[in-house]
């Protein structure tokens, strides 16, 4: 799944739509909730080396919000790599080059939904 495929698909399916948050990087994607704000989603381009990965040419990433309890065996998978510019803890990076599947990308993405969707309050 290609980066502006992505977008198109989170727009269509949880009624997000991209916002364009920095004059320096106005490829970078962000999606949020619309009642809380909060980030869910994070498209960006970057050199392949900030992932660890050889050369300097850009590669299209995602970064999620996940379970603490699934990073350490997320991050064994191909194209899955700790999180650029998020905290590492609860957040991961996902390639956007074909090496992950479309399939988890959705589930990843869904979890990443839910993890930062608004609390219910108990009464």
């Given amino acids: 799944m290609h980066a502006e495929e992505l977008a198109r698909y989170i727009a269509e399916q949880y009624g997000a739509d991209e916002e364009h948050l920095w004059a320096s990087a106005p490829s970078y994607k962000v999606f949020r ?10 498209i ?6 900030k992932l660890g990965l050889d050369g300097d040419e850009k590669i299209d990433i ?8 699934l990073i350490g065996s997320l991050r064994l998978e191909a194209g899955i790599f700790p999180a650029y510019h998020m905290n590492k803890g609860s957040w991961i990076t996902v390639a956007l080059d074909g090496s992950v599947e479309e399939e988890t990308i959705k589930w990843l993405l869904d979890l990443s939904y839910q993890a930062t969707a608004q609390k219910r309050r108990r009464k």
Wanted: glycine share 0%.
């Fill in 33 to 42: 909730h619309q009642n809380n704000r909060k980030w869910f989603a994070l």
């Fill in 62 to 69: 995602l970064d999620l919000k996940c379970d603490p309890a």
């Fill in 44 to 49: 960006m381009d970057i050199p392949r080396c």
